[in-house]
């Protein structure tokens, strides 16, 4: 990873992760010139941790990679960042001087995804999710200075998002992105959720319509999160009203719709300093 993350430029890791989230791109144009390189660096490192806490399956690559952001970002913390990203952020890290419990706790909220217990209700689901966030969340608002808790809330909705999008995948890795309470009110079985009916879309339905609700509530985001958030939070209502939710979901994520982007166009828009 050492060798080939030296020789990438900070311009492929944003094209790799614009390309996973479109809004991301729309939502850079709003940011001021000074700060837009630095906010699309901070936001494709929090995608890469990302992706290794939820995207790579197996247990010991993704352990590996985590352990590497543990290593670079205490290297990032004393100014001897080696990453294309930690050192487009070189500047922000020391004016910031953020704490180095901040970094380590981020990492440990990562590997604490990668084997979660079922969670009894939605606050406990995104409690879990908030072990990542909270302290990513505190980085973001000491580096760019948004609201650091709506900022960490933000992330963790659209987390509960993403992992209830990938369904499928989520229970044949033995995990379970739905609340037990929600299960319960639907009479549903973890074992009923691998198989489209009417109960599982009803249930959908509730939970997109649940998270929507509070992303569209959230204030205080700055110009990146509101655009992500606000095309998030439209994906979600459209779920919730569709009979096949997790399906219109799914493809929700895939582009950026003329409702999708003109939405992320306009937080964006209003959040502009």
């Known amino acids: 990873m050492n060798a080939e993350a030296s020789t990438t430029p900070l311009a492929s890791f944003e094209a790799k992760w614009s390309e996973a989230r479109p809004e ?12 837009r390189e630095a906010r699309a660096a901070f936001a494709s490192l929090v995608l890469e941790i990302e992706h290794a806490a939820f995207g790579i399956r197996e247990a010991q690559p993704a352990a590996i990679k985590l352990q590497w952001w543990a290593e670079e970002l205490a ?29 380590h706790a981020a990492i440990v909220g990562a590997m604490a995804q990668r084997d979660p217990e079922p969670a009894a209700d939605r606050d406990a689901v995104l409690a879990g999710y908030a ?15 948004p609201d650091s808790t709506a900022v960490a809330r933000a992330l963790a909705l659209s987390r ?5 999008a990938a369904l499928p995948d989520a ?3 033995g995990k379970l992105p739905l609340p037990l309470d929600l299960l319960a009110r639907h009479r549903l079985a973890r074992g009923d959720l691998g198989n489209a009916s009417a109960t599982r ?3 959908l339905r509730e939970w997109f319509g649940d998270l929507a609700h509070e992303m569209a509530a ?3 985001l700055g110009v990146l999160r ?21 399906a219109v979901l799914n493809v929700a994520l895939a582009g950026l719709s003329i409702p999708i982007a003109w939405a992320a166009w306009r937080a964006a828009r209003r959040s502009r300093p």
Request: aromatic share 6%; charged share 25%.
């Open 160 to 164: 509960a998002m993403r992992e209830t």
């Open 171 to 173: 229970l044949r890795d």
């Open 75 to 103: 290297r990032a913390a004393k100014g001897e960042a080696r990453h294309p990203l930690t050192q487009a952020l070189a500047p922000r890290f020391a004016a910031a001087a953020i704490p180095q419990r901040e970094w």
């Open 131 to 145: 072990q990542l966030y909270v302290p990513l969340g505190a980085i973001e608002a000491a580096l760019f200075g």
């Open 24 to 35: 991301l791109a729309l939502a850079l144009r709003f940011e001021r010139d000074d700060r």
């Open 218 to 220: 959230l204030r205080g």
């Open 201 to 203: 879309s009803n249930a």
């Open 226 to 246: 509101a655009a992500m958030t606000a095309a998030d939070s439209k994906r979600l209502a459209k779920a919730a009203r569709a009979t096949e939710p997790l």
